[in-house]
């Protein structure tokens, strides 16, 4: 019996030595450029705005700082709306997060123009537009 406690105590440290030592390569493994700094190099800024173009989606991130993102518009002291998206002339919808995606773009070249919905005098009706090409 002694035995056998002896053999699975021996399995068990030999196992969990293994195991650290797989997980520390893992960790020294790094890439070469961190996929999200990737990500942000290729975002073109435009004004409040960051976008990317990738197949037939639009990837949009907001630059503003201390502004509030939700359904309601909110009184005139709080920085706080909501985005509107028109994608050539129409309305795609309204987004509530500083990141969203505008999916399903067919090929060619659309305009795109996201209005910033806020009550505030500084963000009242600010606007960015630009011209994307889908290929």
Known sequence: MKWMLSICALLFLVTGC???HEEEQVVKQEPDVPVMQQAQSEMKQQGFLKYKVQGTAVYIES???DFHLEPSLGNKDE???YFTVYVDGKRAGNEYTAAFVVKH???GKH???VVLNSRHPDYKQKRETWDVFVT
Do not use: P
């Open 63 to 65: 630059t503003l700082r």
């Open 79 to 81: 920085k706080a709306g």
């Open 105 to 107: 773009l067919s090929k």
């Open 18 to 20: 293994q195991s650290q």
């Open 111 to 113: 305009k795109m123009t």
